[in-house]
C-alpha cells in the first residue's frame, strides 16, 4: 500500500513509469519484423519485393495485435496517402465534422458575455476555427483512418523532394521567360526571369567580393576576373579593348600596407592593445605564408557580414514594428537556425550556381536569422520608458527608431554583429565546398591530405580573422565624439595622415624590395607579398607530435576504440534501430506530456511524425542514436568540469577563455586528430562532437553556478553545510534551469557535428544530405533532410526549453 | 489671474483599455463602473477627470500604484489617447492635432521626466542634454552650448562626458531634468521622478525641484505615490483611487477636510505643522497691545516658526505680503497643533 501512496504522491514519476512500462511493451512486440529493422532499410527492402505488407487491415490488425505481434504500419510508418476527401469521403464524416464545428462555435457564443457583438468581435476566430474544424473533419481524421487501416496506393509524401525539385526546376527555367541576347550565338534566347534575378544577385555580389579583393592581393589577375563578370552578363571585352592601358595592370596593395594599417586603424578605435592585436595577427598571416588565402576570405566575409547586419536589422525592425511580420518570421528563423550548414547549400546550389558569390550567399542566409533575432530582441528590451522619452523630445518616427531604439538596444544589436562574424567564420569552410576560394578551401585541403599541423595554422588564421573583425566593430560601435577639442586640421586628421605617410613609405618599400630580393634563389619581394605557402610553417612540429601520439598509444587507442565500438556504440545503434515507429512515439510524446502537458505532446508528436513519414526515419534513428550518446557524455563532462573550475576564480576565467577559443576555432579541424587515432569510425566522429559539443555545458555550468545569489550561498554556510553539501543542494538545484539551456545548445552544437562528421562517413542523416550535395543537388530532398534535422532540433528545444520555463517560474528566478 | 486660460485643462477625460473599450463607453451613457468593464476585459484606467491647471501653479496628481495616476499623465501628454473627453493645452485641443504638430508641441512646450530617467545609454549626459534639441534641428554648435548651460543649471559641472551608467540615480535623474528643460518647455511633466531614489537623495532633490521651481515657474503636472511628497510640493493635488479623481485642492484643505474616508487614511499620519500655515491657526488681533517683537509671515508653515512662537511668551502677529498685522498666533494654538487635538484647530481655521 504503500508503494502506491508513495506513487500517487508524485504523479509526473508515476506518469513516466506508465510510458516506460508500454515502451518496453510495444519494444518487445516487434516479433517478426525485429530482424527487419534492426537493419538498415530491410523493412523497406522487403515492402518493395512483396515479401511483407506496409500495412494490414484493421481486423488483421487486432488480430496480429492479440497474437503479441504489432502490425507492419505501427513499426514502421508506411508511406502517406492523401485522403482525398471529394472521392472517398461518405455523408458520416462531413456531418460529424459539421456537428463539431457546430458545437464549438455554440460553445464560444453561449459563453460570451456581449452577444451582441459576438460576431463582430469573434470573426476571425469563426472562420479561421470553421477551417481548421473542416479540414481536420474532412481530411485528417479520414487519411489517418485509411492510412494505417486502408489499402496504400500511391505516396503522396515521399514525393515531396521530386515535387520540391521539380517545381524549382520550372521556377528557374520554364516560369516566366524572357529573351536574352546571347553573344556567343549571336541571337536571342529565352531565360527565366527568376534565373537571371538570382544570377544578377550573384553577380553584383561576385562584384563586391572582387573589387576588394583585387585592392588586397589582386593585381592584373583579378582585374581580369573582374572584367570576366562584366563580359558574362553583356558580353563587352573590356579587358581585350583595355589591354595596353596603365590601369589594366595595377598592383595590389602590399601586405605591409594593409598590417600598418591595422596598428593605426586598432589604434585609433581603441589604443595600444588593439592595436597590437590587429597588427601582429596580420604578420601572423603574412609570415605563415596565407595572406593570399586569408585576404580572400576576408574578401567575402566584408561583402557578407555587412549584408547579413543590413539584412538582419531590417527584418528586426520590420518585426518590431509590425506583430505579423514577426509572427511568420519567428518559427521561420527557429527552423532556419536548427538547420544543418549543409541542406543551405543545395538551395544556393541551384538557384545560384558554384563561386565566391554562392558562398557569400550561403554565408548570408546562415547568418542573418541571429542578426534578425538579437535586433528584435535587444527593440523589444528597450524601457518603455526611453520610447516615452523619445517621443517627449519630439521625434518622428524616423529619429525614434534611429536615433533612440537602435542606438538604446544597442548592446543586444552589437551581441548580433558578434554573432554575424562568428557565424560568417564559421561558413567559411563549409562554403568552399560551393567554390568559395580562401582558406577556408585550403582547410580542406589539408584535411583531405591529413596534415595536421597546416589546418591548425589555417584554422588560427581564421580564429585571428574572426576576433580582430568582432574587436574592431565593436570599439567603432562604442567610439565617443569629442565636442570640446579645438583641434587643428592635422591633429583632427592624424592618423590618416600617418596612414597616408605609411602607406607610401610601403609602397617605396616594396619598390626597394625588387632589387633587395631579386639575387636571393627565389627571387620572392617579400616586401610586397608573401606568397602562399611560402612563408614558415610550424607544420613538422604538429607532425611530429601526432606521429608520436600514434606509435605510442595506437595499441592502446585501438583496444579502447574496439571495445567502445562492439560493446557500447553497436548494440546502442541496434536497440534505436530496433524500436517500433508506435514505440518511439509513445516514449517522446510521453516524455513531453510529462513536461509541457497535452500541447507539448501534440508539438513532439508532429515533429516526430514528420521525420517518420520521409524515407529517412532509420537514418534519423542513427543521428538520434549518434546525438544521445554525445549529448550524454558532453553534459557530463561539461558539468563536471564546469562545477569543479567554479570553484576557484582564476580557474573560471581560464575555462571560459577556453570555452571562446574551442568555438571560434573551424569545427572541423577536431576531425583530424581523432581520424588519425581512431580510424574512419563512429567512434571518431563522436569524439570531434563531444570535444565541440562539451563547451555549452561548461560554459553554462559556471554561468549558472557563478549566478547563484551570495545570500544564498552565505545561508547555506551559516546552516553549516560543508562544501559539497552546499554544491549539491544548493547551488546545483537553483542554476539547474541555466544549466539546461547549455543542455539545449549542447544539443544543437552536437547536430551540427553529427552532420559534419559525415564528411568522414557516418550513416545517419548527414550522409544522405552529403550525398545530395555532391550529386549536384536535388533540392527537395535536402531540404527536407535539413528539416528532419532541424526538427530533431526543435523537438529537444521545446521540451527542454519549456522545462526552464517552468522551473524557473517555480523558483522565481526572473 | 482668472481672466487668462488654464494652461493644461482636462474635460472628463476617460482611458479605458481593451478591445472595445469605446463601444462600451458609448453604452454606458457617461456612467463608468470599474467593475462591469473589468467582466467585458477592458481596465479603467481614468474615469472621467476634469480639471485646469494654471499658468505657473503646480498639480500634484496622487494615488496608489494602479490608480491611473500615469495614465492620465500620459494621455495629457499623449503619449497614449484617451478614450473620450477632451484636452486643451493653452486652449488648442490635444486631441485634434495630427502628428506633425503634436511633435511641434513637445518639442517647444512639453517636457517631461521619467521615473527610471530613461536617459539613452549611448549618450554621455551632454548629448542627452542636447537630444531634444538636437531632435528638432539646432545646430551641434547651440544646442551643446544650451546643454552645458543646464549641465550647471542642474549642478552636473565636471561630469558632462559621464555615461549615464557611471553616475548615481540622483544624478541621473538630475540628467532628466536637465534634458527635460532644455527646449524651456512652459509645461513640465514629472512622472514620479523621485520614486525611485533613496530617501535621502529624495529629500535632497525635491528641496532642489522647489529651488528651480521658484528660478523657472513652470506649469507644472507632477505624478507620486508618496503622499508626504505630494503634500510637501504641491500648490494642489489631486487624489486618484481607481481611476477617479476623489479630491483635488490645496494640501491644507485636503489634511483638514478630506473628503472621503480615502483621503482621509492617507492624512491621519501627516504632521499637522509640516502642511497648515500660520493662517489656518491664527486668531483676530484682539484688545491685546502686548506683542512679542517677533513678526511672522502668514504664509510660514507652522514647522518653519514653531520653535520661535513657542520660546515666546507673548502672542506673536502675523504679517501679510504687505507686511500689514492680520493677526495673532500664540504658543497654545501651536501646541495644539503640534500634539493634538484637531477639534480645536478646526473651530478655529
Given at each position: 500500500?504503500?508503494?502506491?501512496?508513495?506513487?500517487?504522491?508524485?504523479?509526473?514519476?508515476?506518469?513516466?513509469?506508465?510510458?516506460?512500462?508500454?515502451?518496453?511493451?510495444?519494444?518487445?512486440?516487434?516479433?517478426?519484423?525485429?530482424?527487419?529493422?534492426?537493419?538498415?532499410?530491410?523493412?523497406?527492402?522487403?515492402?518493395?519485393?512483396?515479401?511483407?505488407?506496409?500495412?494490414?487491415?484493421?481486423?488483421?490488425?487486432?488480430?496480429?495485435?492479440?497474437?503479441?505481434?504489432?502490425?507492419?504500419?505501427?513499426?514502421?510508418?508506411?508511406?502517406?496517402?492523401?485522403?482525398?476527401?471529394?472521392?472517398?469521403?461518405?455523408?458520416?464524416?462531413?456531418?460529424?465534422?459539421?456537428?463539431?464545428?457546430?458545437?464549438?462555435?455554440?460553445?464560444?457564443?453561449?459563453?460570451?458575455?456581449?452577444?451582441?457583438?459576438?460576431?463582430?468581435?469573434?470573426?476571425?476566430?469563426?472562420?479561421?476555427?470553421?477551417?481548421?474544424?473542416?479540414?481536420?473533419?474532412?481530411?485528417?481524421?479520414?487519411?489517418?483512418?485509411?492510412?494505417?487501416?486502408?489499402?496504400?496506393?500511391?505516396?503522396?509524401?515521399?514525393?515531396?523532394?521530386?515535387?520540391?525539385?521539380?517545381?524549382?526546376?520550372?521556377?528557374?527555367?520554364?516560369?516566366?521567360?524572357?529573351?536574352?541576347?546571347?553573344?556567343?550565338?549571336?541571337?536571342?534566347?529565352?531565360?527565366?526571369?527568376?534565373?537571371?534575378?538570382?544570377?544578377?544577385?550573384?553577380?553584383?555580389?561576385?562584384?563586391?567580393?572582387?573589387?576588394?579583393?583585387?585592392?588586397?592581393?589582386?593585381?592584373?589577375?583579378?582585374?581580369?576576373?573582374?572584367?570576366?563578370?562584366?563580359?558574362?552578363?553583356?558580353?563587352?571585352?573590356?579587358?581585350?579593348?583595355?589591354?595596353?592601358?596603365?590601369?589594366?595592370?595595377?598592383?595590389?596593395?602590399?601586405?605591409?600596407?594593409?598590417?600598418?594599417?591595422?596598428?593605426?586603424?586598432?589604434?585609433?578605435?581603441?589604443?595600444?592593445?588593439?592595436?597590437?592585436?590587429?597588427?601582429?595577427?596580420?604578420?601572423?598571416?603574412?609570415?605563415?605564408?596565407?595572406?593570399?588565402?586569408?585576404?580572400?576570405?576576408?574578401?567575402?566575409?566584408?561583402?557578407?557580414?555587412?549584408?547579413?547586419v543590413l539584412l538582419g536589422v531590417i527584418w528586426g525592425v520590420l518585426a518590431y514594428k509590425s506583430r505579423t511580420v514577426e509572427r511568420v518570421i519567428t518559427p521561420l528563423l527557429l527552423v532556419a537556425q536548427t538547420m544543418p550548414h549543409f541542406s543551405y547549400l543545395i538551395p544556393v546550389l541551384v538557384f545560384f550556381g558554384i563561386g565566391d558569390h554562392a558562398g557569400a550567399i550561403a554565408t548570408i542566409i546562415f547568418a542573418t536569422p541571429p542578426m534578425i533575432r538579437l535586433t528584435l530582441l535587444g527593440l523589444k528590451r528597450v524601457s518603455p520608458e526611453v520610447l516615452d522619452a523619445g517621443m517627449m523630445s519630439g521625434c518622428h518616427n524616423y529619429q525614434l527608431m534611429f536615433k533612440v531604439l537602435i542606438p538604446t538596444a544597442r548592446r543586444d544589436i552589437l551581441i548580433g554583429v558578434n554573432q554575424v562574424i562568428m557565424q560568417c567564420l564559421a561558413m567559411v569552410?563549409?562554403?568552399?565546398?560551393?567554390?568559395?576560394?580562401?582558406?577556408?578551401?585550403?582547410?580542406?585541403?589539408?584535411?583531405?591530405?591529413?596534415?595536421?599541423?597546416?589546418?591548425?595554422?589555417?584554422?588560427?588564421?581564421?580564429?585571428?580573422?574572426?576576433?580582430?573583425?568582432?574587436?574592431?566593430?565593436?570599439?567603432?560601435?562604442?567610439?565617443?565624439?569629442?565636442?570640446?577639442?579645438?583641434?587643428?586640421?592635422?591633429?583632427?586628421?592624424?592618423?590618416?595622415?600617418?596612414?597616408?605617410?605609411?602607406?607610401?613609405?610601403?609602397?617605396?618599400?616594396?619598390?626597394?624590395?625588387?632589387?633587395?630580393?631579386?639575387?636571393?634563389?627565389?627571387?620572392?619581394?617579400?616586401?610586397?607579398?608573401?606568397?602562399?605557402?611560402?612563408?614558415?610553417?610550424?607544420?613538422?612540429?604538429?607532425?611530429?607530435?601526432?606521429?608520436?601520439?600514434?606509435?605510442?598509444?595506437?595499441?592502446?587507442?585501438?583496444?579502447?576504440?574496439?571495445?567502445?565500438?562492439?560493446?557500447?556504440?553497436?548494440?546502442?545503434?541496434?536497440?534505436?534501430?530496433?524500436?517500433?515507429?508506435?514505440?518511439?512515439?509513445?516514449?517522446?510524446?510521453?516524455?513531453?506530456?510529462?513536461?509541457?502537458?497535452?500541447?507539448?505532446?501534440?508539438?513532439?508528436?508532429?515533429?516526430?511524425?514528420?521525420?517518420?513519414?520521409?524515407?529517412?526515419?532509420?537514418?534519423?534513428?542513427?543521428?538520434?542514436?549518434?546525438?544521445?550518446?554525445?549529448?550524454?557524455?558532453?553534459?557530463?563532462?561539461?558539468?563536471?568540469?564546469?562545477?569543479?573550475?567554479?570553484?576557484?576564480?582564476?580557474?573560471?576565467?581560464?575555462?571560459?577563455?577556453?570555452?571562446?577559443?574551442?568555438?571560434?576555432?573551424?569545427?572541423?579541424?577536431?576531425?583530424?586528430?581523432?581520424?588519425?587515432?581512431?580510424?574512419?569510425?563512429?567512434?571518431?566522429?563522436?569524439i570531434a562532437v563531444i570535444v565541440y559539443a562539451v563547451i555549452p555545458p561548461t560554459r553554462y555550468t559556471v554561468e549558472g553556478l557563478r549566478n547563484v545569489p551570495e545570500s544564498l550561498l552565505e545561508a547555506g554556510d551559516m546552516s553549516g553545510a560543508t562544501k559539497l553539501q552546499r554544491l549539491v543542494k544548493i547551488e546545483f538545484p537553483l542554476a539547474f534551469p541555466h544549466i539546461m539551456l547549455g543542455v539545449n545548445q549542447c544539443v544543437v552544437f552536437s547536430l551540427f557535428m553529427i552532420i559534419i562528421g559525415a564528411f568522414i562517413g557516418t550513416t545517419g542523416l548527414g550522409q544522405e544530405i552529403m550525398q545530395q550535395l555532391f550529386s549536384g543537388g536535388n533540392i527537395g530532398s535536402g531540404l527536407i533532410l535539413g528539416l528532419c534535422v532541424a526538427f530533431i532540433g526543435l523537438a529537444v528545444d521545446h521540451l527542454i526549453q519549456t522545462w526552464a520555463t517552468k522551473?524557473?517560474?517555480?523558483?522565481?528566478?526572473? | 489671474?482668472?481672466?487668462?486660460?488654464?494652461?493644461?485643462?482636462?474635460?472628463?477625460?476617460?482611458?479605458?483599455?481593451?478591445?472595445?473599450?469605446?463601444?462600451?463607453?458609448?453604452?454606458?451613457?457617461?456612467?463608468?463602473?470599474?467593475?462591469?468593464?473589468?467582466?467585458?476585459?477592458?481596465?479603467?484606467?481614468?474615469?472621467?477627470?476634469?480639471?485646469?491647471?494654471?499658468?505657473?501653479?503646480?498639480?500634484?496628481?496622487?494615488?496608489?500604484?494602479?490608480?491611473?495616476?500615469?495614465?492620465?499623465?500620459?494621455?495629457?501628454?499623449?503619449?497614449?489617447?484617451?478614450?473620450?473627453?477632451?484636452?486643451?493645452?493653452?486652449?488648442?485641443?490635444?486631441?485634434?492635432?495630427?502628428?506633425?504638430?503634436?511633435?511641434?508641441?513637445?518639442?517647444?512646450?512639453?517636457?517631461?521626466?521619467?521615473?527610471?530617467?530613461?536617459?539613452?545609454?549611448?549618450?554621455?549626459?551632454?548629448?542627452?542634454?542636447?537630444?531634444?534639441?538636437?531632435?528638432?534641428?539646432?545646430?551641434?554648435?547651440?544646442?551643446?552650448?544650451?546643454?552645458?548651460?543646464?549641465?550647471?543649471?542642474?549642478?552636473?559641472?565636471?561630469?558632462?562626458?559621464?555615461?549615464?551608467?557611471?553616475?548615481?540615480?540622483?544624478?541621473?535623474?538630475?540628467?532628466?531634468?536637465?534634458?527635460?528643460?532644455?527646449?524651456?518647455?512652459?509645461?513640465?511633466?514629472?512622472?514620479?521622478?523621485?520614486?525611485?531614489?533613496?530617501?535621502?537623495?529624495?529629500?535632497?532633490?525635491?528641496?532642489?525641484?522647489?529651488?528651480?521651481?521658484?528660478?523657472?515657474?513652470?506649469?507644472?503636472?507632477?505624478?507620486?505615490?508618496?503622499?508626504?511628497?505630494?503634500?510637501?510640493?504641491?500648490?494642489?493635488?489631486?487624489?486618484?483611487?481607481?481611476?477617479?479623481?476623489?479630491?483635488?485642492?490645496?494640501?491644507?484643505?485636503?489634511?483638514?477636510?478630506?473628503?472621503?474616508?480615502?483621503?482621509?487614511?492617507?492624512?491621519?499620519?501627516?504632521?499637522?505643522?509640516?502642511?497648515?500655515?500660520?493662517?489656518?491657526?491664527?486668531?483676530?488681533?484682539?484688545?491685546?497691545?502686548?506683542?512679542?517683537?517677533?513678526?511672522?509671515?502668514?504664509?510660514?508653515?507652522?514647522?518653519?516658526?514653531?520653535?520661535?512662537?513657542?520660546?515666546?511668551?507673548?502672542?506673536?502677529?502675523?504679517?501679510?505680503?504687505?507686511?500689514?498685522?492680520?493677526?495673532?498666533?500664540?504658543?497654545?494654538?501651536?501646541?495644539?497643533?503640534?500634539?493634538?487635538?484637531?477639534?480645536?484647530?478646526?473651530?478655529?481655521?
Amino acid at each position: 500500500m504503500s508503494f502506491i501512496n508513495y506513487l500517487s504522491e508524485r504523479p509526473k514519476l508515476t506518469q513516466l513509469g506508465i510510458v516506460l512500462i508500454v515502451f518496453f511493451i510495444l519494444m518487445s512486440m516487434t516479433g517478426q519484423y525485429h530482424d527487419l529493422i534492426v537493419e538498415r532499410h530491410l523493412f523497406a527492402k522487403s515492402v518493395v519485393k512483396g515479401e511483407i505488407q506496409s500495412s494490414a487491415g484493421f481486423a488483421e490488425s487486432m488480430s496480429m495485435i492479440l497474437n503479441w505481434q504489432l502490425p507492419p504500419q505501427l513499426v514502421r510508418i508506411p508511406e502517406l496517402t492523401f485522403y482525398h476527401p471529394v472521392i472517398n469521403t461518405s455523408a458520416t464524416y462531413v456531418l460529424i465534422a459539421l456537428l463539431v464545428t457546430a458545437g464549438l462555435l455554440y460553445k464560444s457564443f453561449a459563453e460570451s458575455v456581449n452577444k451582441s457583438q459576438w460576431l463582430s468581435v469573434n470573426w476571425f476566430q469563426i472562420i479561421s476555427k470553421g477551417f481548421v474544424g473542416i479540414i481536420v473533419g474532412l481530411l485528417f481524421i479520414p487519411t489517418l483512418y485509411n492510412w494505417f487501416f486502408g489499402e496504400v496506393t500511391s505516396s503522396t509524401f515521399w514525393e515531396i523532394p521530386t515535387m520540391l525539385e521539380n517545381f524549382s526546376q520550372y521556377l528557374m527555367f520554364e516560369f516566366w521567360l524572357t529573351p536574352v541576347y546571347d553573344p556567343e550565338i549571336d541571337d536571342y534566347e529565352d531565360y527565366g526571369r527568376v534565373r537571371l534575378f538570382t544570377r544578377a544577385i550573384g553577380a553584383s555580389l561576385l562584384f563586391l567580393i572582387t573589387l576588394i579583393r583585387e585592392l588586397l592581393i589582386g593585381g592584373f589577375e583579378t582585374v581580369v576576373s573582374l572584367a570576366n563578370v562584366f563580359s558574362d552578363q553583356s558580353g563587352w571585352d573590356w579587358l581585350g579593348e583595355n589591354k595596353d592601358k596603365w590601369y589594366s595592370s595595377i598592383p595590389a596593395i602590399p601586405w605591409t600596407v594593409l598590417t600598418a594599417g591595422a596598428f593605426i586603424l586598432g589604434y585609433k578605435l581603441k589604443g595600444v592593445g588593439l592595436s597590437i592585436l590587429a597588427g601582429f595577427s596580420c604578420i601572423y598571416l603574412a609570415v605563415f605564408g596565407q595572406w593570399e588565402p586569408a585576404m580572400e576570405t576576408l574578401s567575402l566575409v566584408l561583402v557578407a557580414a555587412p549584408v547579413s547586419v543590413l539584412l538582419g536589422v531590417i527584418w528586426g525592425v520590420l518585426a518590431y514594428k509590425s506583430r505579423t511580420v514577426e509572427r511568420v518570421i519567428t518559427p521561420l528563423l527557429l527552423v532556419a537556425q536548427t538547420m544543418p550548414h549543409f541542406s543551405y547549400l543545395i538551395p544556393v546550389l541551384v538557384f545560384f550556381g558554384i563561386g565566391d558569390h554562392a558562398g557569400a550567399i550561403a554565408t548570408i542566409i546562415f547568418a542573418t536569422p541571429p542578426m534578425i533575432r538579437l535586433t528584435l530582441l535587444g527593440l523589444k528590451r528597450v524601457s518603455p520608458e526611453v520610447l516615452d522619452a523619445g517621443m517627449m523630445s519630439g521625434c518622428h518616427n524616423y529619429q525614434l527608431m534611429f536615433k533612440v531604439l537602435i542606438p538604446t538596444a544597442r548592446r543586444d544589436i552589437l551581441i548580433g554583429v558578434n554573432q554575424v562574424i562568428m557565424q560568417c567564420l564559421a561558413m567559411v569552410v563549409i562554403a568552399s565546398f560551393i567554390g568559395a576560394k580562401g582558406l577556408g578551401f585550403n582547410l580542406l585541403l589539408a584535411l583531405n591530405q591529413l596534415r595536421v599541423g597546416q589546418a591548425l595554422e589555417l584554422g588560427v588564421c581564421i580564429v585571428l580573422i574572426a576576433v580582430v573583425l568582432d574587436k574592431l566593430s565593436l570599439a567603432w560601435a562604442n567610439k565617443q565624439t569629442d565636442y570640446f577639442a579645438d583641434l587643428s586640421f592635422v591633429e583632427r586628421n592624424k592618423t590618416a595622415l600617418l596612414f597616408v605617410a605609411v602607406f607610401f613609405a610601403a609602397l617605396l618599400f616594396a619598390w626597394f624590395g625588387n632589387w633587395m630580393f631579386a639575387d636571393t634563389a627565389k627571387g620572392i619581394n617579400y616586401f610586397y607579398t608573401i606568397p602562399h605557402n611560402k612563408g614558415i610553417t610550424t607544420e613538422p612540429f604538429w607532425q611530429a607530435g601526432v606521429d608520436f601520439m600514434v606509435s605510442t598509444w595506437r595499441a592502446d587507442i585501438k583496444i579502447f576504440n574496439k571495445w567502445l565500438l562492439v560493446e557500447v556504440l553497436m548494440p546502442m545503434k541496434a536497440s534505436y534501430l530496433a524500436m517500433p515507429a508506435i514505440a518511439t512515439f509513445v516514449l517522446t510524446m510521453g516524455v513531453g506530456y510529462i513536461i509541457g502537458g497535452i500541447r507539448s505532446a501534440i508539438v513532439i508528436g508532429l515533429f516526430m511524425l514528420f521525420i517518420a513519414l520521409t524515407p529517412w526515419w532509420e537514418r534519423a534513428l542513427i543521428t538520434m542514436y549518434m546525438l544521445t550518446f554525445a549529448v550524454i557524455v558532453s553534459v557530463v563532462i561539461g558539468t563536471i568540469v564546469g562545477a569543479i573550475c567554479v570553484q576557484n576564480k582564476r580557474a573560471t576565467k581560464f575555462i571560459l577563455l577556453v570555452c571562446d577559443t574551442f568555438q571560434t576555432f573551424p569545427s572541423f579541424i577536431y576531425l583530424i586528430p581523432v581520424i588519425m587515432l581512431f580510424g574512419v569510425t563512429d567512434t571518431s566522429v563522436l569524439i570531434a562532437v563531444i570535444v565541440y559539443a562539451v563547451i555549452p555545458p561548461t560554459r553554462y555550468t559556471v554561468e549558472g553556478l557563478r549566478n547563484v545569489p551570495e545570500s544564498l550561498l552565505e545561508a547555506g554556510d551559516m546552516s553549516g553545510a560543508t562544501k559539497l553539501q552546499r554544491l549539491v543542494k544548493i547551488e546545483f538545484p537553483l542554476a539547474f534551469p541555466h544549466i539546461m539551456l547549455g543542455v539545449n545548445q549542447c544539443v544543437v552544437f552536437s547536430l551540427f557535428m553529427i552532420i559534419i562528421g559525415a564528411f568522414i562517413g557516418t550513416t545517419g542523416l548527414g550522409q544522405e544530405i552529403m550525398q545530395q550535395l555532391f550529386s549536384g543537388g536535388n533540392i527537395g530532398s535536402g531540404l527536407i533532410l535539413g528539416l528532419c534535422v532541424a526538427f530533431i532540433g526543435l523537438a529537444v528545444d521545446h521540451l527542454i526549453q519549456t522545462w526552464a520555463t517552468k522551473r524557473r517560474k517555480l523558483l522565481g528566478i526572473d | 489671474m482668472s481672466d487668462q486660460q488654464p494652461v493644461i485643462k482636462c474635460d472628463s477625460v476617460y482611458k479605458i483599455f481593451g478591445k472595445n473599450a469605446e463601444k462600451m463607453l458609448q453604452n454606458a451613457n457617461g456612467k463608468v463602473v470599474a467593475e462591469e468593464f473589468q467582466k467585458a476585459g477592458c481596465v479603467v484606467g481614468v474615469n472621467n477627470a476634469s480639471f485646469e491647471v494654471n499658468k505657473g501653479e503646480m498639480l500634484v496628481v496622487m494615488g496608489l500604484s494602479g490608480s491611473g495616476k500615469s495614465t492620465l499623465l500620459r494621455c495629457i501628454s499623449r503619449l497614449t489617447d484617451a478614450t473620450a473627453g477632451n484636452i486643451y493645452i493653452e486652449g488648442e485641443d490635444l486631441l485634434a492635432l495630427n502628428s506633425k504638430e503634436l511633435i511641434e508641441l513637445r518639442r517647444n512646450k512639453m517636457g517631461m521626466v521619467f521615473q527610471s530617467f530613461a536617459l539613452l545609454p549611448h549618450k554621455t549626459v551632454l548629448e542627452n542634454i542636447a537630444f531634444p534639441l538636437q531632435v528638432k534641428g539646432s545646430s551641434t554648435k547651440d544646442s551643446i552650448s544650451r546643454a552645458m548651460e543646464m549641465v550647471d543649471l542642474v549642478g552636473l559641472t565636471g561630469r558632462e562626458n559621464y555615461f549615464p551608467r557611471e553616475l548615481s540615480g540622483g544624478q541621473q535623474q538630475r540628467v532628466g531634468i536637465a534634458r527635460s528643460l532644455a527646449v524651456e518647455p512652459d509645461i513640465w511633466f514629472l512622472d514620479e521622478p523621485f520614486s525611485a531614489l533613496d530617501p535621502l537623495i529624495r529629500k535632497e532633490m525635491q528641496d532642489e525641484f522647489l529651488r528651480l521651481q521658484a528660478v523657472l515657474n513652470k506649469t507644472i503636472l507632477f505624478v507620486t505615490h508618496d503622499f508626504d511628497e505630494a503634500i510637501r510640493l504641491a500648490d494642489r493635488v489631486a487624489i486618484m483611487k481607481d481611476g477617479i479623481i476623489e479630491q483635488l485642492d490645496t494640501p491644507a484643505n485636503i489634511v483638514l477636510n478630506p473628503a472621503t474616508e480615502y483621503v482621509r487614511k492617507f492624512t491621519e499620519d501627516v504632521p499637522r505643522e509640516k502642511v497648515l500655515k500660520i493662517k489656518s491657526v491664527m486668531e483676530p488681533v484682539g484688545d491685546e497691545t502686548d506683542f512679542s517683537d517677533l513678526r511672522v509671515s502668514e504664509d510660514a508653515l507652522i514647522e518653519t516658526v514653531a520653535e520661535a512662537v513657542l520660546g515666546d511668551p507673548k502672542s506673536v502677529p502675523v504679517l501679510n505680503a504687505n507686511d500689514d498685522i492680520v493677526g495673532v498666533v500664540h504658543s497654545s494654538k501651536v501646541i495644539h497643533v503640534l500634539f493634538g487635538e484637531n477639534s480645536t484647530l478646526e473651530s478655529n481655521a
